[in-house]
């Protein structure tokens, strides 16, 4: 046993105040943005301000409805989200394997190429970005959303450090006397084994377009269109911005993210240190 | 009951190997067409359920236009060519890998595809756009060579240099503490909590995952200058005797005088990615043996000095990492700004970043051509400090910083 150091103690004693007092200043806003949510415009903006939940729901809907068709822009926040994880899932596991399981000529090379492209600010292409959707005719449309998401460095990193640890060569080369083919070493041996890694990949891609802003903003130009964020920002107005409305918007574009959260805090924070601590 | 089937199964007569194969080569390519129709029709169904969930508003009796029937004998046809399609594509990427040499550049083509198309020639173009002039207006036939004029143009622009400023204001407003409060945050998390510590980092990574949007909007309540919270909160905190007089009487108006902008919206960014630093410093230590702090705590450390003497040097690696990815993501601030202050950066500018004065010349000012060459400063004037903090650590991190 270390010797009694009133030092160590008085520290510790510190930690967990500090914590506590910090976790408080990071959930405040969000309990202030769910509060004043069921709260009317007026009543947010008094002195105190409200602090408890109240009753203007329905009101706060209807104002919102009355600005933004917010279901519709609720499953096209859905529709993108879903398909951007789909095909990401899809193709960076098929390159992951690729990079782990195989040799071929320039492989170092390429796989600088795709852990370089991680490195380009995503602002240098805005404007060619546009011009190509422009010209593509894909102006408001959301496939100029989901197909340049549709498969990212950090995903195709991952797989291939997973697979690299969790699935032995022997495996596939046992598989290949077997007389499985490439594709069938791919599909039926190696992808039922990545669950962890999709899993983590899957819920990494999903916030990320879920939370994407720049790219809708850029792309999408009907409020019929658009998605959550772009939605909730086309009710700021310098006059009169019904912020009980904005704010249960945000809250319900917030709630999916959070019971996902709750579920897998664990994974996720896992998933998106090991890049660091690995890279 | 198992064994007689069987043997029924050999005494009957095997098929005659009239279609070249054996019963067994049969039986696989009858399960390969089973599944090609199983992919297919998963993929009718989904695309069919998307076009109809999509478009609920078209199949309303008076939404007016086609009859009920055709829209949806449409979207089943276009559902059954997808199914098909998707299905083509399946079998495509099976036959392209039937090789072991070429199949792993099959494997890996999707993403090189894509990256071409919207990655790398979207750079390249834009390279070549920063010495044109454009307006969109005119087609892509009214390019205009001009050299390097709009680099000139924008180092002589005193609003870019303005936006300049302010970028590296709240970049170092903001950034500065996150790493100042992240790494003894993380050293705390260390010796506290260790029944809670997921829940609780999980409290402060929440912002993190958090859209960026939803923040902003909820701060910009907060922040709000007669009734907002933070206000609220300084004026009981003034009141308050003995420590009242270091909080300000009256209330500040965060977001509608200049000298406050940028604190506020440094504000948010520091919440923002606070837990999110917090979170990779503790991932560091907690890949350091226990056997070190045990060794500091045996020589009678306090907490303090094993945080100067052993946490520090320890997380120096991490530091160059998570302070390189603060650089990069400070320089490029836009979406906090743009929401809070509104897409011209508030009063006087005063909240203006690079990245919105980037986005404002292309598609507020229909100016393509300086709009890249903005883009471009701002990627060199990134690389170089980041290039400097790799240097920096290098030279005074010694060989423990060699990650």
């Not at chain 2, 454009?134 to 087609?139: I, V, Y």
């Not at chain 2, 503790?282 to 060794?295: G, V, Y």
């Amino acid at each position: 046993m270390s010797k009694f150091n009133p030092n160590r103690k008085a520290g510790t004693l510190t930690a967990y105040v500090i914590i506590a007092l910090g976790a408080l200043i990071m959930i405040a806003p969000f309990y202030f943005m769910f509060t004043f949510g069921t709260h009317p415009r007026d009543e947010i903006f008094k002195m105190p301000p409200p602090l408890l939940p109240g009753w203007a729901v329905p009101m706060n809907w209807g104002l919102l409805m009355r600005r933004v068709p917010f279901p519709k822009n609720f499953m096209w926040s859905v529709y993108v989200s879903v398909l951007t994880t789909g095909l990401t899932l899809f193709f960076c596991s098929m390159a992951g394997f690729a990079f782990a399981m195989y040799d071929f000529k320039y492989k170092k090379q390429l796989f600088v190429v795709v852990l370089g492209t991680m490195l380009i600010p995503p602002f240098l292409g805005m404007i060619p970005t546009f011009m190509i959707m422009n010209a593509l005719g894909w102006i408001d449309t959301h496939r100029a959303l989901w197909l340049p998401g549709a498969a990212g460095a950090l995903g195709i990193f991952m797989m291939r450090q997973y697979i690299t640890s969790a699935i032995p060569k022997e495996l596939v080369e046992a598989a290949r006397c077997d007389g499985c083919t490439e594709w069938r070493i791919y599909w039926s041996v190696v992808l039922p084994l990545l669950g962890p890694a999709m899993g983590t990949l899957g819920l990494i891609t999903f916030i990320g377009s879920w939370n994407n802003f720049i790219s809708p903003l850029i792309v999408l130009r009907s409020v019929e269109k658009y998605t959550i964020p772009l939605a909730l920002r086309s009710m700021q107005d310098p006059q009169n911005t019904p912020w009980g409305a904005v704010m249960l918007g945000a809250g319900l574009a917030v709630l999916p993210l959070l019971i996902l959260f709750v579920f897998s805090s664990r994974r996720l924070i896992a998933g998106l240190t090991a890049g660091a601590l690995k890279g | 009951m198992a064994q007689t089937a069987t043997q029924a199964a050999q005494a009957a007569p095997s098929p005659p190997p009239e279609t070249g194969g054996t019963a067994a080569d049969a039986a696989a390519r009858h399960r390969g067409v089973r599944r090609q129709l199983l992919v297919a029709a998963v993929l009718t169904v989904v695309v069919l359920a998307g076009l109809i969930v999509n478009n609920l508003g078209k199949l309303h009796p008076e939404a007016g236009g086609q009859p009920l029937v055709l829209t949806l004998g449409k979207w089943l046809g276009i559902a059954v060519g997808a199914g098909i399609l998707g299905t083509l594509a399946l079998d495509l990427l099976r036959a392209l890998t039937q090789f072991k040499r070429t199949a792993p550049y099959v494997f890996i083509s999707p993403f090189f595809i894509i990256f071409a198309v919207f990655g790398l020639f979207p750079i390249l173009f834009s390279a070549y756009l920063s010495f044109q002039r454009w307006d969109p207006a005119t087609g892509l036939g009214g390019m205009k060579s001009v050299g390097f004029e709009n680099y000139t143009f924008t180092l002589g622009d005193a609003w870019f240099w303005l936006s300049i400023k302010n970028t590296f204001w709240v970049a170092v407003a903001s950034g500065l503490p996150q790493h100042l409060v992240g790494m003894p945050l993380a050293y705390f998390f260390h010796v506290a909590y260790k029944r809670f510590r997921n829940t609780i980092t999980g409290a402060y990574f929440l912002p993190f995952i958090t859209s960026s949007v939803a923040i902003s909007l909820i701060f910009t309540t907060l922040f709000s200058k007669d009734f907002g919270v933070v206000n609220a909160t300084l004026d009981s905190l003034a009141r308050m005797p003995g420590i009242g007089h270091f909080f300000p009487q009256q209330h500040i108006d965060w977001l509608g005088k200049s000298p406050y902008t940028k604190p506020a919206v440094s504000f948010v960014v520091w919440w923002r990615y606070l837990g999110w630093n917090t979170v990779l410093y503790l991932s560091a230590l907690q890949a350091i043996s226990a056997d070190l702090f045990e060794a500091a705590d045996m020589d009678g450390a306090s907490r303090w000095q094993t945080f100067r003497h052993v946490v520090i040097p320890l997380l120096r690696p991490m530091m160059l990492f998570a302070v390189t990815l603060t650089i990069i993501g400070n320089l490029q601030l836009f979406e906090e700004p743009y929401i809070i202050l509104g897409p011209a950066g508030g009063v006087e500018r005063s909240g203006l970043t690079t990245a919105m004065y980037m986005y404002q010349t292309g598609f507020d000012y229909n100016d393509f051509g300086t709009a890249c060459a903005i883009s471009w400063l701002l990627f060199i004037l990134i690389a170089i400090l980041t290039f400097a903090n790799q240097k920096l650590f290098a030279r005074h991190g010694g060989t423990e910083g060699a990650a």
